[in-house]
């Protein structure tokens, strides 16, 4: 049995998908649906069972000869949010209290860490995770913050020769895009919010830059195609000797000029790029740069290719966005 936390939510609807492709299973999503279409994310999905968060550790105590692995993807992932109480609750101790639980019974643990680990990206993003190189890091917020302090954790844990789980990874996600990610809001990746935009006529609109040294529009990322992610921990569940924290982006940073242009031209229009200026609020605190260091995943064995973004713009686009039911 494998259990997905988060499992109607963008990145966990996605796994799920792909661990039904394998035949891997029977699946147990932990989520909540609320009101709106999320539950759309697994309409076409044949799950074992749907549990609340409530409900999980009950459910974990009944079933521990029968779970496998658990992929924890479930988290409150807004950078936005600001109860820092709530965010610890739900991103640190329902880790920690899974990852107690995994090394006790034995089982498998693949979690969702993040790049927002890295906060301004002064220190760099090499995935080192020794206790030195994790203590250098400064998130930003909340979420990046509680991310790296279940990191950091691990490592400790490591460095005292506690048990473990068999096998645990976490992922320090870039920037993600593609589909089931419609119920996010504002937490939507910019080629979802932009493209029924673009498609009404209207010009994309980007942050104008405030440093010399980077154009309008010019701002770099590490955008990577959920499909890519859920590839990477495909191959980590077939590959259970593998363990730590490893960046999960491209390895290369293209702009926003570059997605946008992508959108447009995968929609078949003109580019029409506006720059707004950026906010009072951002100024000192937006990241001009990211890029993921891919070299401890490559050592550890994965090899496929990583999407090229206007491959992967143009199939969101085009068999997804385009089309009257855009879920995987």
């Not at 990746?189 to 209207?202: C, D, F, N, R, T």
């Not at 050592?299 to 199939?315: H, K, N, Q, V």
């Amino acid at each position: 049995m494998i259990v997905v936390t988060g499992g109607a939510g963008f990145i966990g609807s996605n796994l799920v998908a792909g661990l039904e492709a394998r035949g891997i299973g029977p699946i147990v999503v932990v989520d909540r649906l609320r009101q709106g279409g999320k539950w759309l994310n697994l309409a076409k999905r044949g799950l074992h069972d749907m549990i609340t968060p409530e409900q999980l550790p009950e459910f974990l105590e009944r079933h521990e000869d029968d779970i496998s692995a658990i992929f924890h993807m479930g988290a409150i992932s807004a950078t936005t949010e600001t109860d820092a109480d709530r965010i610890f609750e739900n991103n640190f101790r329902l880790t920690l209290d899974l990852w107690s639980w995994c090394a006790s019974r034995g089982v498998r643990l693949i979690y969702a860490s993040s790049a927002a680990t890295y906060g301004d990206g002064t220190q760099g993003f090499e995935d080192d995770f020794t206790a030195k190189g994790l203590a250098a890091l400064r998130p930003l917020n909340p979420y990046g913050w509680s991310k790296h302090l279940f990191d950091r954790r691990a490592r400790a844990a490591l460095d005292r020769g506690e048990v473990t789980p068999p096998q645990f990874a976490g992922l320090k996600f870039f920037n993600v895009y593609g589909p089931n990610e419609y119920h996010k809001g504002d937490m939507r990746s910019v080629p979802a919010k932009l493209y029924p935009q673009i498609m009404a006529g209207e010009a994309a609109r980007l942050f104008a830059s405030d440093r010399p040294d980077y154009p309008d529009g010019g701002q770099v990322r590490d955008f990577i195609w959920v499909g890519d992610v859920v590839n990477v921990m495909l191959w980590l569940y077939d590959t259970p000797s593998v363990s730590g924290v490893f960046n999960l982006g491209t390895g290369r940073a293209r702009s926003w000029n570059d997605l946008v242009t992508s959108l447009f031209t995968a929609a078949g229009l003109p580019p029409r790029i506006d720059y707004i200026p950026m906010p009072a609020h951002l100024k000192g605190k937006y990241q001009y740069y990211t890029q993921a260091s891919m070299g401890r995943l490559r050592a550890a064995g994965y090899s496929a290719p990583f999407t090229e973004l206007e491959d992967g713009i143009c199939r969101y686009v085009q068999a997804y966005l385009a089309t009257p039911t855009p879920y995987v």
